[in-house]
């Protein structure tokens, strides 16, 4: 337990001291969903119509964004020779590099969310589902995600390659978690979408450790 | 527990760097891997610590089979490579305490680490500030903080000063005399008594499988 809670310790440390913690994330995300009314024009009942959507997207984009940086800086300067021969299974190395990526993108977002759909007009009501809808979406964001980030963390220009392996793996997490907003927004029962999206969290959080370790095996080759 | 490698082969590539490679170190015994640039000797370190898998051949530390038992085999070994991983954000002394935490040491073994290494008077700075040298010590530093029967050593004294490059030459003495074994691709004479040197390359498996050992005796019985 210690050694876990070590990396979880070491990655916030590095996280707040060299990229500003998770305001970095948050900025974009913020700047993301700022721009959809320019975009669309100031249509109130248009903006408060796609709220749940474009606030999904923008905080995927925002967790993709602070994504390639995961593993790949720690392979670059030898620290995952390091992490990798520590007397913890990799797959956990990996899951506790998740846990600090999730307390720096995905928390911040969740606190961050009100504003926006604020901006956007959310309807009230919509706000406890769009609260939770992110709290059970964003951490499967962070496990799926450094899947595409081990792949490609052995490369000098991984970024884009990491969006394009990703992005797709993204798909439910963001249909589900959008509906739910819409549910609710809708005064329909948004628990049914909830559920989903946390049972894919569930089965990601397990699950892709596992690969991502295996990717993580053949960057450090 | 002495360390017994056997018809070991690596390809790099479509290359094969080296075949039917075999050595053995005793407890206290050195090999030193010489050999031009390429000759497979950070390769064949990697290989020892576990992070490349073994293609062919099997290595055994004491009875454990690093094919069989990674983890164990893994757990018995320390390794230092040509990047120091280290984190410019953190202090001397924060690298080393991660590091403790990672590996299980005790934290009260820091300052001792620190000390080995000359770096005392550092302890706080962030290492962004360190020197080359500074920083290859911090990244050496390791081997006096976590305690392992076996160093896989690569190119342990590139960038430091004569002074640096003999202390560190100093600790691989008093770990092989601790009844430690050490493993190490240099330029630079070690000068632990009766190590052996080993060149992957030019490795020829009819001269002789048993190099590296400083009494022979100890491997009699060692089923090749």
Redesign the interface.
């Known amino acids: 337990m210690k050694p876990f809670l070590a990396i979880i310790r070491r990655d916030l440390a590095i996280a707040f001291r060299t990229g500003g913690g998770g305001a970095l994330g948050v900025a974009f995300f913020v700047i993301a969903a700022t721009l959809v009314p320019f975009g669309v024009g100031p249509v109130p009942e248009l903006l408060a119509r796609i709220a749940p959507g474009m606030l999904w997207i923008a905080a995927l984009l925002a967790c993709l964004l602070t994504l390639d940086r995961l593993f790949q800086a720690d392979v670059e300067d030898g620290s995952m020779d390091v992490l990798a021969l520590a007397p913890l299974p990799l797959e956990l190395v990996v899951l506790g590099k998740c846990i600090a990526h999730w307390l720096t993108t995905g928390l911040p977002l969740l606190l961050a969310a009100p504003v926006m759909a604020l901006t956007l007009g959310l309807p009230e009501g919509a706000y406890p589902a769009m609260i939770a809808s992110l709290a059970l979406g964003t951490p499967a964001l962070s496990v799926i995600g450094a899947i595409g980030a081990a792949l490609t963390a052995g490369m000098r220009r991984g970024g884009v390659l990491t969006a394009v392996l990703v992005l797709p793996l993204y798909v439910p997490t963001l249909i589900l978690g959008a509906l739910a907003v819409n549910a609710s927004a809708m005064n329909l029962p948004a628990a049914p979408y909830l559920m989903l999206s946390g049972a894919i969290t569930l089965a990601a959080l397990p699950l892709a450790p596992f690969v991502a370790a295996a990717g993580l095996r053949l960057a450090i080759r | 527990m002495p360390l017994i490698a056997e018809n070991l082969r690596v390809t790099r590539g479509y290359r094969t760097v080296f075949t039917g490679l075999g050595f053995a170190v005793p407890e206290g015994g050195a090999l030193i891997l010489a050999g031009a640039n390429g000759a497979g000797k950070s390769t064949l370190l990697r290989i020892l610590?576990?992070?490349?898998p073994v293609e062919e051949g099997e290595v055994r530390l004491g009875g454990v089979s690093l094919r069989r038992d990674r983890?164990d085999f893994?757990?018995r070994?320390?390794?230092t490579?040509?990047?120091?991983?280290?984190?410019?954000?953190?202090t001397a002394w924060?690298t080393l305490a991660?590091?403790a935490?990672?590996?299980?040491a005790s934290r009260g073994r820091i300052e001792g680490a620190l000390k080995a290494l000359d770096l005392a008077f550092l302890a706080d700075q962030p290492v962004r500030v360190l020197s080359a040298g500074q920083k290859r010590r911090l990244?050496l530093a390791?081997l006096a903080l976590v305690e392992r029967p076996l160093w896989l050593l690569d190119e342990p004294t590139v960038s430091l000063d004569a002074r640096s490059a003999a202390r560190v030459a100093q600790m691989a003495r008093d770990h092989c005399a601790g009844g430690g074994m050490v493993v190490a691709a240099t330029h630079i004479d070690l000068g632990i008594e009766g190590a052996a040197k080993l060149d992957p390359a030019t490795f020829a498996p009819e001269e002789g499988v048993t190099v590296g050992s400083r009494d022979d005796a100890v491997l009699e019985g060692e089923a090749w």
């Open positions: 610590a576990g992070l490349l983890g893994v757990d070994v320390l390794h490579g040509h990047l120091d991983a280290l984190k410019p954000a953190f924060e991660f590091q935490d990672l590996y299980g990244g390791r």
